[in-house]
C-alpha cells in the first residue's frame, strides 16, 4: 500500500524581538513575538532528504531581525505582511507563508515632571511598563494578638530603553560577557512591602488601596528615574524611594529577574545596528533580590 505525503509546513516559532525607534529624545519600541511557517515543494525534504529546496528556519529568524531592521516595525499586520510577501515572492519553492505575531503593548511611565521634561522641542521617555500583566498580592498574619500585613504585586514588567550601563566587573578566564555603556535594562517586578499597621485597638489602618497605587507609583518613577550602573543599584533606589515617601512601609523586599535583551548582529547582512534590534531572551535570566528597610527594623519578609 502506498502512503503519501500530507499536508506539511516548517519554519521558526516564537522569534523576540523588540524594537528600539532612537529617532528622537522620545523613544518608541515595537515588542514583537513572530513565528513563521512555509508551505510548498517540500516533498523531497521529507521523501529524499534534500535540503535543494529547504529554506534554513535559521535563515527566517535572521530574516525577521533584517527587516525590523530595514523594512521597520509600523504595525504588526504590516510586518506580517512584508515577511510573507518576501518569503513566497523571492523564494521559488515556498508557495504560502504563514506569519503568526504576538504584540507586547507597553505604556510610558509617567513621572512627575514627564509632562514638562523636553529639550528643544522633544518630549524625553525611555521608560515603559508592560501593560495588563501586574497581579496585586497580600498576606496578612493574625496571631490573636498582632496583625502582620505583606502587601505587594508581581508580573509587573518595565524597560527602559536606555540610560543603563554595565562594566567594570570581575573577569576571569569563563568571561565572555562585554561591557556595556548604553543597553536596554527590563525586568519583571516582584516586589513586597510590609507595613508598620500592628491592628492595635488605637491604631488607624493605612488607606489600603491608596498606598497600593502610591507603592506602585514610587516603584515605577524610582526605575525610569534612575540612571542604572547596575540592576542591584536600580533595586536599591526602588526600596528607598518607598521608604523615603510611604511612612506607613517599614520595608521593601524586591526580586528582579534581568529580562536580558542582546543586540543582533545584522553585519552579515550588510546593515549596521546602532542599538535598534535585540533579541529579546527569556532563559535563562539573572534573578536580583534584595531587602530595603527601616534602621531599627528587623527584616521579616521571607525570601521567596
Known amino acids: 500500500m502506498a502512503h503519501v505525503l500530507g499536508q506539511n509546513q516548517y519554519g521558526k516559532a516564537e522569534n523576540r524581538i523588540v524594537r528600539v525607534y532612537r529617532d528622537s529624545t522620545r523613544h518608541e519600541i515595537k515588542d514583537l513575538n513572530v513565528s513563521v511557517a512555509l508551505s510548498g515543494e517540500f516533498e523531497d525534504v521529507h521523501l529524499t532528504g534534500s535540503n535543494a529546496n529547504c ?158 497605587t502610591q507603592v506602585r507609583r514610587h516603584l515605577l518613577e524610582a526605575f525610569a528615574e534612575t540612571y542604572s550602573y547596575s540592576l542591584q543599584q536600580t533595586l536599591h533606589a526602588m526600596g528607598t524611594r518607598v521608604l523615603d515617601q510611604r511612612a506607613e512601609v517599614d520595608e521593601v523586599r524586591l526580586e528582579l529577574p534581568n529580562k536580558h535583551h542582546f543586540l543582533v548582529d545584522l553585519e552579515p547582512f550588510g546593515l549596521k545596528n546602532e542599538n535598534e534590534v535585540y533579541y529579546a531572551a527569556d532563559r535563562m535570566y539573572g534573578l536580583i533580590e534584595g531587602t530595603v528597610h527601616r534602621e531599627g527594623v528587623v527584616p521579616v519578609i521571607p525570601v521567596a
Open 55 to 212: 529554506l534554513p528556519t535559521d535563515t527566517t529568524k535572521n530574516t525577521v531581525y533584517a527587516f525590523a531592521k530595514e523594512h521597520g516595525i509600523e504595525s504588526a499586520e504590516a510586518f506580517g505582511i512584508t515577511l510573507a510577501r518576501h518569503f513566497v515572492d523571492d523564494t521559488a519553492p515556498v508557495h504560502r507563508a504563514r506569519i503568526r505575531i504576538e504584540e507586547y503593548a507597553w505604556e510610558r511611565i509617567r513621572t512627575p515632571d514627564s509632562e514638562a521634561r523636553f529639550i528643544g522641542s522633544e518630549e524625553v521617555g525611555h521608560s515603559f511598563v508592560r501593560s495588563g500583566q501586574e497581579v496585586r498580592t497580600t498576606e496578612v498574619v493574625y496571631d490573636g494578638e498582632s496583625v502582620r500585613v505583606i502587601s505587594g504585586l508581581k508580573d509587573l514588567v518595565v524597560l527602559n530603553s536606555t540610560n543603563s550601563e554595565f562594566w567594570g566587573y570581575i573577569k576571569d578566564r569563563y568571561t565572555t560577557l562585554q561591557e556595556a555603556y548604553d543597553r536596554i535594562l527590563a525586568t519583571q517586578v516582584t516586589a513586597r512591602w510590609k507595613y508598620g499597621f500592628t491592628g492595635r485597638a488605637d491604631e488607624a489602618e493605612p488607606a489600603w488601596n491608596r498606598c497600593y
